[in-house]
Every structure is written in structure tokens, then in C-alpha cells.
């Protein structure tokens, strides 16, 4: 092989800032960490409100995960609670769509899911990290059957319109081929001494023992075709049994190949906190969580209820709402305390009575874009001819991934996919589109990683976040200034009301942050209750 | 659950290629990046603006509304849609670091001489780039 600097006209510095970006090396991390990207749960276990309620009263708004762990633990402890709700169900994002099931959406288009019995698809939330540890343990503790969450997929695909000539291509030979010459690459400047100082000589040995190791290579320290290298990529023709059965081993792309092709990219997702092994995801659909809280404080909500005015005085909390189906005349309820945990983006259209700093924070936050799609095809083609097992595939294309289910393996009969999540300048172009025309769209520039969708496509189904009209988008966007400005003055008691909710924690777009941002403020109101 | 923003931004940035495509007026068009690429106001108005305000720009109502573009009397003056394109207001999102000045202001320039409304004074990107934040050193 020829050296390292013809290879590529990259410098030493440039490729070991790459290793670190594609590494999650401990600066980017850092840096992540405080813009609050990378956020392990601070759950320290169940909460304790002791004290006893003192006759007090909270009205709750919004049936989400904030609002229903609030009702949970606020009437444990003793207080008289209600829960005012737009929709007729608990669970706002936390939501599953199955055949049967009408969404309509602002404008008026409504979809009838048309998938099979047995089949599903998350909108909203769908995986659970292992340190989502407020949520695992309601989970827990109202009998939540979990199931693996499939994140990092060997054998799905990463692809790129722009290099294999558009062929998709396994995450396996991408993964081992990148660390492989990568390895190769480093241990060249590490036998020639082109590391400088930053590896002692004492360590040299070690360094190249370990990316001997790390990327496969030979005695050499090549990366070649061989049987360690295809112990990674897998084999030209895999081990078999009696006669004929040796291995051929495989040959791994070239080094300008795997790095033009721009999918190295797509390696570090799995590598980030919020990623690792082990997710989860409810069986049966995410709603399982909300169809759990909702049998235990479904008798606490009023259901159908669009809350319009938010007043408080000196003794006590006014909302007003209406029938959110047929309007009507306003109705109000009253209450010692409010928590109220409807999203900013609808928050910040109703009038409300706080003082002037809360009121300009509700006005600070706009809500991410997001389209998920749903996809129905005649068979599990996914599994049947290509061996991929639940997980993700990646592509540079607008549909951004195609999910496969993590549950059912080998089930015969037709199967969903998640057929595109959108974030981004793509999430608004899809959701301008009328909701047929994104399923059209979505099995269009899908067909391009799997040729079967063309035969195969059955029906979908297909949710812009800006869209729904109980949350007029995905999650909450704080950037670093209005973090700094409003952040605080945002989940401060405003005389009797409490804001809470995903947006109201730094672990946003989460459940785990709906429901620490819920914890913390009931245990403030608690506190403040107890000492007034 | 969302790719932070900045990573994603950078890999999709280093795989754009050179001729990313330009969206041509009434186009159903994609973005290949982190930023818009929809040029004209039509483009604009109706790959990104109609996913909330609607293709007759007379919004919707839910929880919460989208207000009407459609008749609107506050467009009369341009500087109000145009710091609100820029800035972002409440559940309107901030434009100002995924369009150019030219963007912008076509897209204002769109929907105060559509739906109904019929202002002729034109919004220049120069009194858009005048609203920016000076560039931190
Ligand atoms: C596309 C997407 C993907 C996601 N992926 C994940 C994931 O993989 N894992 C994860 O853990 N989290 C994920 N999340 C985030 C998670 O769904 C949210 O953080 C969490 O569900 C928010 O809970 P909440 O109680 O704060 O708000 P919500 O669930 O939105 O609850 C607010 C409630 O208020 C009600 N409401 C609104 N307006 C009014 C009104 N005027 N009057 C009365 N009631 C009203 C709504 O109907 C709703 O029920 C995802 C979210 C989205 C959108």
C-alpha cells in the first residue's frame, strides 16, 4: 500500500478530527453535554410527597406524561385533583396509530389508518433508552411490557444517492471497512514515528497492538481481504457445511471509496448515550405507557376539554374551556393551584395570567418540524429476502431512514415499516404536502434502497408534527441564548401556577423529560404548599 | 430523540454536492441540506409556509391556530412579517438561520401581494440583512 499522504490529501489533524467526531470522542461529548444534547436521567427513584395536602386543590392541564404523572403522584400525596384534556384519550404524544384508527389533521385532511390487525406505528415517541430511568420505572410499576429496541442494525442499510452508484449498502462493510483502513492509517504513522509526541514510545507497542485489533488488520498491519477482515464484513461465501463448505473471504472497499462516500456518518449514531444498548419500546405500541396511566388516573380527566383563558388571583386558579369538538358555551373550573403542562406552541396563544417574565418565555420556544410515516406491505420482504431483523436504515434521501419492526420476526402476512422521519427543511417541505402525496413521495425515494416497495406497497400512513393540532409540533427548540434568558422564568411558580412538560427540562423532545420536569415542579408546589 | 442539530447539520453539509439542485417555482422540491434552498416566494410560500398557514394561506384551528395570512391587515406594514419570518414569534418558527435576505424577502413580498392582499411597497434583502444581528467577531 502506498503511504498514508497519497492517499488522501487529508491531513493527520483532519483524519484524527474525524476519528473523534465518528468516535464520539470526549470533546465533542462535552460539548454536547452542556447544550444539554446528552442527557442521562437524574431520576433518584420514586418521589416522596410527605407532609400530607392540606385540604389544597390542582388543577391539572394536559393528559400527556406530565400532566398524568402529576395526577398520579399529587392524589397519592393526598391532593384534590382534575385533569382538563383536549383529546379523548390520555397520552397526548405518546400515541399509537393502528388499522381503523382516524387522524385529522389542521386543514381539515383526515387518514384512515389502513393497517392490518396486530400492526402499528408510533408517531411520536418509539424508543426508550436504558437510562431513562423515571420512565422505566413507571413502566415497572404499572406492569409495561418491554421489548428490545433494535437501534444499530449490522445487516440494515446506510446509502447515499451520491456514491455506490446509489447501491445501498450494508452497515457491516461500511462499519469494519472505515475502521479497518482507518486502523491501517493510523498504525503507518504510528510505526514511522509520525505521531510526534502524542504517543510515547512505551505506548507505540500498545497502540498498535490495539489497532491491530480495533480494525482487523493482518500481521502486517493491513487491512486486506482475508479471514479477519471478513470476521468483520462478512464473507464472499459464508462458512458452510461438508463438501464445498470453506469460506471465500471478502474484499473491502477502498479507503477514498468508504470516505467519499460521505456514510461514515451514519456510524456514530448508535454510539451516543441517548442510542446505546439497550433501548426499548413498549410491545404492542408506545401507547402502552399512556394506556397505563390512563387506567390509573383516567377517572381524574375531563376529556374533550380545549382550555382557552388561564386567570388566578390571590385564592385561586380560573381556567376556562370549551368542548373541543363542538365549541359551545365556556365552561370554567377553579382550583388552590394549576399545573399546567400544555405545549408552549398552543400556550402561547392563550391568554393566560402570568407576570411578564413567564409570559415572555412561553413565547420563546418554537417546536421542531418532524413527518413520520407509516407503511404497510403486502410482506415482510425486509426479513424474507434480505435478512434484516428490526433496526434502521440510513440515506442521504428526504425520508432520512426507514425503520423495521423490532417485534414480530418471521410473522407471515403484511408488515409495516416506519417509512421516513423527517427533521429539518424536509419535515416542513413534506408536511406542506397533502398527507396521500407524502406516502407517494416516501415509497418513491424508499423504492430506491428496497426495489420490492414497487410490487410490495400496500397503504400508509403519514403525521407532519406541525400538523396536529394538540401540539403544533415536535418538541420544544431552546438554543443556548433563550436557555440563558428564559429557561428559569419558564419553570418558576408564577403565584398558584406551575408550568411543566417536556419543554420545561433540558432532556426535550424525550418522555423521560415530560416526566422529571413534572417530578420537580410537583415537588416544588408540594414544598411551597407545606410551608404556606 | 432528536439528531442533534449541529451534527446532523455537519455530515449533511459535507456530503451536498457541488450542484445541489435549485427548486424551480411551484415546485414540490426537496432541501438536500440543514438550510432552504427554494428561491422565489411562490416556492417558498408553498414548500414551507402552507405546512401551518395553508394552501389558501387562511390558516387552521386546533388546540391552538395558525392565523390567516389571507386579508391580513397586519401585513400592511413589511417590516412586521419580515422580523417575524426572521425571528420567529410564540409557536411561528425563526427563519432567519435556515433562509438567505433574498429568501426572506421574496417570500414576504409573496404573500403581501397574495391571498387578498395587494401591497405593492417591496421588502429589499438589504433592509432584511439590516435586521441581522451583527456577525459576533
Ligand atoms: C416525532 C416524535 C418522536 C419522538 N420520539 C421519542 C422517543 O423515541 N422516545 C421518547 O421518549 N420520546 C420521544 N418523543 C418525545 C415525547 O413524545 C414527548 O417529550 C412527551 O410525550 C411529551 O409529554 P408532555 O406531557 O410534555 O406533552 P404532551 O404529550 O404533548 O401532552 C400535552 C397534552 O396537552 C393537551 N393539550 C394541548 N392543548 C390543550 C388545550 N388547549 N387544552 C387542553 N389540553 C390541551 C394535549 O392534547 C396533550 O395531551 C418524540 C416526540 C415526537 C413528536
Same mark, same amino acid.
Given at each position: #500500500?502506498?503511504?498514508?499522504?497519497?492517499?488522501?490529501?487529508?491531513?493527520?489533524?483532519?483524519?484524527?478530527?474525524?476519528?473523534?467526531?465518528? %468516535?464520539?470522542?470526549?470533546?465533542?461529548?462535552?460539548?454536547?453535554?452542556?447544550?444539554? &444534547?446528552?442527557?442521562?436521567?437524574?431520576?433518584?427513584?420514586?418521589?416522596?410527597?410527605?407532609?400530607?395536602?392540606?385540604?389544597?386543590?390542582?388543577?391539572?392541564?394536559?393528559?400527556?406524561?406530565?400532566?398524568?404523572?402529576?395526577?398520579?403522584?399529587?392524589?397519592?400525596?393526598?391532593?384534590?385533583?382534575?385533569?382538563?384534556e383536549y383529546n379523548e384519550r390520555v397520552g397526548g404524544?405518546?400515541?399509537?396509530?393502528?388499522?381503523?384508527?382516524?387522524?385529522?389533521?389542521?386543514?381539515?385532511?383526515?387518514?384512515?389508518?389502513?393497517?392490518?390487525?396486530?400492526?402499528?406505528?408510533?408517531?411520536?415517541?418509539?424508543?426508550?433508552?436504558?437510562?431513562?430511568?423515571?420512565?422505566?420505572?413507571?413502566?415497572?410499576?404499572?406492569?409495561?411490557?418491554?421489548?428490545?429496541f433494535v437501534q444499530v442494525n449490522y445487516n440494515a442499510?446506510?446509502?447515499?444517492?451520491?456514491?455506490? /452508484?446509489?447501491?445501498?449498502?450494508?452497515?457491516? !462493510?461500511?462499519?469494519?471497512?472505515?475502521?479497518?483502513?482507518?486502523?491501517?492509517?493510523?498504525?503507518?504513522?504510528?510505526?514511522? !514515528?509520525?505521531?510526534?509526541?502524542?504517543?510515547?514510545?512505551?505506548?507505540?507497542?500498545?497502540?498498535?497492538?490495539?489497532?491491530?485489533?480495533?480494525?482487523? &488488520?493482518?500481521?502486517?498491519?493491513?487491512?486486506?481481504?482475508?479471514?479477519?477482515?471478513?470476521?468483520?464484513?462478512?464473507?464472499?461465501?459464508?462458512?458452510?457445511?461438508?463438501?464445498?463448505?470453506?469460506?471465500?473471504?471478502?474484499?473491502?472497499?477502498?479507503?477514498?471509496?468508504?470516505?467519499?462516500?460521505? @456514510?461514515?456518518?451514519?456510524?456514530?449514531?448508535?454510539?451516543?448515550?441517548?442510542?446505546?444498548?439497550?433501548?426499548?419500546?413498549?410491545?404492542?405500541?408506545? +401507547?402502552?405507557? %399512556?394506556?397505563?396511566?390512563?387506567?390509573?388516573? /383516567?377517572?381524574?380527566? *375531563?376529556?374533550?376539554?380545549?382550555?382557552?383563558?388561564?386567570?388566578?388571583?390571590?385564592?385561586?386558579?380560573?381556567?376556562?374551556?370549551?368542548?373541543?369538538?363542538?365549541?359551545? %358555551?365556556?365552561?370554567?373550573?377553579?382550583?388552590?393551584?394549576?399545573?399546567?403542562?400544555?405545549?408552549?406552541?398552543?400556550?402561547?396563544?392563550?391568554?393566560?395570567?402570568?407576570?411578564?417574565?413567564?409570559?415572555?418565555?412561553?413565547?420563546?420556544?418554537?417546536?421542531?418540524?418532524?413527518?413520520?410515516?407509516?407503511?404497510?406491505?403486502?410482506?415482510?420482504?425486509?426479513?424474507?429476502?434480505?435478512?434484516?431483523?428490526?433496526?434502521?436504515?440510513?440515506?442521504?434521501?428526504?425520508?432520512? @431512514?426507514?425503520?423495521?419492526?423490532?417485534?414480530?420476526?418471521?410473522?407471515?402476512?403484511?408488515?409495516?415499516?416506519?417509512?421516513?422521519?423527517?427533521?429539518?427543511?424536509?419535515?416542513?417541505?413534506?408536511?406542506?404536502?397533502?398527507?396521500?402525496?407524502?406516502?407517494?413521495?416516501?415509497?418513491?425515494?424508499?423504492?430506491?434502497?428496497?426495489?420490492?416497495?414497487?410490487?410490495?406497497? +400496500?397503504?400508509?400512513?403519514?403525521?407532519?408534527?406541525?400538523?396536529?393540532?394538540?401540539?403544533?409540533?415536535?418538541?420544544?427548540?431552546?438554543?443556548?441564548?433563550?436557555?440563558?434568558?428564559?429557561?428559569?422564568?419558564?419553570?418558576?411558580?408564577?403565584? *398558584?401556577?406551575?408550568?411543566?412538560?417536556?419543554?420545561?427540562?433540558?432532556? !426535550?423532545?424525550?418522555?423521560?423529560?415530560?416526566?422529571?420536569?413534572?417530578?420537580?415542579a410537583i415537588e416544588r408546589l408540594h414544598k411551597h404548599?407545606?410551608?404556606? | #430523540?432528536?439528531?442533534?442539530?449541529?451534527?446532523?447539520?455537519?455530515?449533511?453539509?459535507?456530503?451536498?454536492?457541488?450542484?445541489?439542485?435549485?427548486?424551480?417555482?411551484?415546485?414540490?422540491?426537496?432541501?438536500?441540506?440543514?438550510?432552504?434552498?427554494?428561491?422565489?416566494?411562490?416556492?417558498?410560500?408553498?414548500?414551507?409556509?402552507?405546512?401551518?398557514?395553508?394552501?389558501?394561506?387562511?390558516?387552521?384551528?386546533?388546540?391552538?391556530?395558525?392565523?390567516?395570512?389571507?386579508?391580513?391587515?397586519? @401585513?400592511?406594514?413589511?417590516?412586521?412579517?419580515?422580523?417575524?419570518?426572521?425571528?420567529?414569534?410564540?409557536?411561528?418558527?425563526?427563519?432567519?438561520?435556515? #433562509?438567505?435576505?433574498?429568501?426572506?424577502?421574496?417570500?414576504?413580498?409573496?404573500?403581501?401581494?397574495?391571498?387578498?392582499?395587494?401591497?405593492?411597497?417591496?421588502?429589499?434583502?438589504?433592509?432584511?440583512?439590516?435586521?441581522?444581528?451583527?456577525?459576533?467577531?
Amino acid at each position: #500500500m502506498t503511504e498514508p499522504s497519497s492517499v488522501l490529501p487529508m491531513s493527520r489533524r483532519d483524519l484524527l478530527a474525524m476519528i473523534g467526531l465518528v %468516535a464520539g470522542s470526549g470533546a465533542s461529548y462535552r460539548a454536547m453535554a452542556s447544550m444539554g &444534547l446528552v442527557a442521562e436521567s437524574t431520576y433518584k427513584g420514586p418521589i416522596k410527597l410527605d407532609g400530607g395536602a392540606k385540604g389544597k386543590s390542582v388543577l391539572i392541564l394536559g393528559a400527556g406524561h406530565a400532566g398524568s404523572v402529576a395526577a398520579y403522584e399529587l392524589r397519592k400525596a393526598g391532593y384534590k385533583v382534575q385533569i382538563l384534556e383536549y383529546n379523548e384519550r390520555v397520552g397526548g404524544r405518546c400515541w399509537t396509530l393502528r388499522g381503523g384508527d382516524k387522524f385529522t389533521e389542521l386543514g381539515g385532511a383526515t387518514q384512515t389508518c389502513g393497517f392490518d390487525p396486530g400492526l402499528y406505528v408510533n408517531p411520536g415517541p418509539w424508543r426508550i433508552p436504558f437510562h431513562h430511568r423515571a420512565l422505566l420505572d413507571y413502566c415497572k410499576r404499572f406492569g409495561v411490557a418491554l421489548e428490545p429496541f433494535v437501534q444499530v442494525n449490522y445487516n440494515a442499510y446506510l446509502h447515499s444517492t451520491e456514491a455506490f /452508484g446509489g447501491k445501498p449498502q450494508r452497515y457491516r !462493510n461500511i462499519h469494519a471497512d472505515f475502521n479497518g483502513h482507518v486502523a491501517e492509517l493510523l498504525a503507518k504513522c504510528t510505526s514511522q !514515528n509520525k505521531l510526534d509526541d502524542a504517543v510515547s514510545k512505551e505506548d507505540t507497542e500498545i497502540l498498535l497492538s490495539a489497532l491491530k485489533e480495533w480494525g482487523a &488488520l493482518d500481521k502486517n498491519y493491513s487491512y486486506a481481504s482475508n479471514p479477519q477482515s471478513s470476521e468483520r464484513r462478512g464473507w464472499e461465501k459464508p462458512p458452510g457445511g461438508g463438501i464445498g463448505g470453506a469460506p471465500i473471504p471478502s474484499t473491502p472497499m477502498s479507503t477514498s471509496d468508504v470516505l467519499k462516500s460521505g @456514510l461514515w456518518h451514519h456510524l456514530s449514531i448508535g454510539q451516543q448515550v441517548e442510542f446505546q444498548t439497550t433501548l426499548f419500546q413498549p410491545v404492542g405500541g408506545m +401507547d402502552g405507557v %399512556a394506556k397505563a396511566f390512563q387506567r390509573e388516573i /383516567g377517572d381524574l380527566v *375531563r376529556y374533550r376539554s380545549k382550555v382557552t383563558k388561564i386567570d388566578q388571583n390571590d385564592s385561586k386558579v380560573t381556567v376556562t374551556y370549551v368542548d373541543s369538538q363542538t365549541g359551545g %358555551a365556556p365552561m370554567q373550573a377553579t382550583a388552590d393551584y394549576c399545573l399546567c403542562t400544555i405545549p408552549l406552541s398552543v400556550l402561547s396563544q392563550i391568554d393566560i395570567k402570568v407576570g411578564p417574565k413567564m409570559a415572555r418565555a412561553i413565547r420563546a420556544v418554537p417546536y421542531e418540524s418532524a413527518v413520520k410515516l407509516g407503511l404497510q406491505f403486502k410482506r415482510r420482504f425486509w426479513e424474507e429476502d434480505e435478512h434484516i431483523y428490526g433496526g434502521t436504515s440510513y440515506t442521504d434521501m428526504p425520508i432520512r @431512514l426507514i425503520g423495521y419492526p423490532n417485534t414480530g420476526y418471521h410473522s407471515s402476512g403484511k408488515g409495516v415499516l416506519l417509512g421516513g422521519y423527517m427533521f429539518g427543511p424536509n419535515a416542513y417541505e413534506f408536511t406542506a404536502l397533502p398527507p396521500a402525496e407524502r406516502v407517494r413521495k416516501a415509497v418513491e425515494y424508499g423504492s430506491k434502497i428496497h426495489a420490492q416497495y414497487k410490487t410490495e406497497f +400496500d397503504n400508509g400512513i403519514a403525521v407532519g408534527w406541525h400538523r396536529v393540532p394538540w401540539t403544533l409540533g415536535c418538541a420544544g427548540t431552546w438554543t443556548e441564548d433563550t436557555r440563558a434568558a428564559h429557561y428559569d422564568n419558564l419553570c418558576q411558580l408564577d403565584g *398558584r401556577i406551575m408550568l411543566a412538560g417536556e419543554h420545561a427540562s433540558y432532556v !426535550n423532545a424525550w418522555q423521560e423529560g415530560a416526566l422529571l420536569s413534572s417530578l420537580n415542579a410537583i415537588e416544588r408546589l408540594h414544598k411551597h404548599v407545606q410551608s404556606h | #430523540m432528536i439528531k442533534p442539530k449541529n451534527l446532523l447539520c455537519a455530515a449533511v453539509l459535507l456530503t451536498l454536492p457541488a450542484f445541489a439542485s435549485q427548486a424551480l417555482a411551484g415546485d414540490v422540491s426537496f432541501s438536500r441540506g440543514y438550510t432552504f434552498e427554494e428561491r422565489d416566494g411562490k416556492s417558498i410560500y408553498e414548500n414551507v409556509c402552507q405546512g401551518c398557514h395553508m394552501a389558501d394561506a387562511k390558516g387552521a384551528t386546533g388546540a391552538g391556530r395558525y392565523p390567516a395570512l389571507a386579508e391580513n391587515p397586519r @401585513l400592511a406594514g413589511k417590516m412586521y412579517p419580515a422580523i417575524l419570518v426572521l425571528k420567529g414569534q410564540g409557536a411561528m418558527p425563526v427563519f432567519g438561520d435556515v #433562509m438567505d435576505d433574498e429568501q426572506i424577502a421574496n417570500v414576504v413580498n409573496y404573500v403581501r401581494s397574495q391571498f387578498g392582499n395587494a401591497y405593492t411597497d417591496k421588502l429589499t434583502p438589504a433592509e432584511i440583512a439590516a435586521l441581522r444581528p451583527p456577525k459576533k467577531p
